[in-house]
């Protein structure tokens, strides 16, 4: 994610999954091993795996201290145990079946479509929940500024933002928006400099401070101001969408050469 993103190996990871658009391993892991026992549950009713399914689902006392995988998910996920998924057999049709025979096969290739949708259904409805609890940490995730920004209606994150911008200015943007870049306050926090106030010498250079305050770049800043707007001169709505970082904010960084 540092990689995609550009950003500083110190910007917090909860940050970084919420602006690369990946979801934290463990959330994917689990999307994995409910989307891979949705295929074992829906293989051949010959086949052996059907065996132990049907040990998982049985209930286990608390004298019996070992689980497998197979029964902490069976009894953990209710999802996997909802209504019942029909066999997806691999071949409907023989390889020497003639045309005059198609007819008898039919209603299993209709039954095999069917069992297919079911499947992909369930399946959807996994990635469907993963991303809820997904949401729902985001949403539940400490104080902090990128959460501010996210908060105002109709800003971006993601792809959805980075797509738009070069990769330059997408590095910048990440940093401002987390508040991990050059500036002194971030710079001092971390040990690197002896004192986290402006050169300007009006107090700490934070982010807010080096885009609506900072006098050395009041030349800067009143452009930025006449083409964004005084509604928008606001942190959360110059770092929330393409358009405001396109239309004023990338000139404003490039012109004041501080990051």
Not at 187 to 206: A, N
Request: hydrophobic share 30%; net charge positive.
């Amino acid at each position: 994610m540092k990689t995609i993103l550009g950003c500083y190996r110190t910007t917090p990871t909860a940050a970084m999954e919420i602006e690369s658009a990946l979801a934290p391993a463990w959330i994917r892991l689990q999307t994995k091993a409910l989307s891979s026992l949705t295929r074992m549950q829906t293989l051949n009713t010959n086949h052996p795996i059907h065996e132990f399914l049907t040990k998982g689902l049985r209930t286990r006392t608390a004298a019996v201290t070992h689980r497998t995988n197979i029964e902490n998910i069976l009894q953990q996920f209710e999802i996997t145990t909802r209504g019942t998924l029909n066999a997806t057999l691999p071949f409907t049709r023989p390889p020497w079946c003639t045309a005059a025979d198609t007819h008898q096969y039919d209603a299993m290739d209709k039954a095999k479509s069917m069992a297919y949708t079911e499947k992909r259904c369930r399946i959807r409805q996994i990635k469907a929940a993963a991303h809820e609890q997904w949401t729902n940490l985001t949403k539940n995730a400490p104080p902090s500024q990128l959460k501010r920004i996210l908060q105002r209606e109709g800003n971006e994150h993601g792809p959805r933002l980075y797509n738009k911008l070069t990769r330059n200015t997408c590095a910048k943007i990440i940093q401002l928006r987390t508040g991990h870049c050059s500036l002194n306050s971030y710079l001092h926090r971390f040990g690197q400099i002896d004192s986290p106030l402006c050169e300007c010498g009006t107090g700490l250079e934070t982010v807010e401070h080096f885009l609506l305050e900072c006098p050395r770049y009041s030349e800067q800043r009143t452009e930025m101001r006449t083409k964004a707007g005084t509604e928008s001169m606001r942190v959360d709505a110059l770092l929330g969408t393409s358009e405001i970082i396109i239309k004023c904010m990338e000139k404003f960084i490039n012109d004041t050469r501080r990051l």
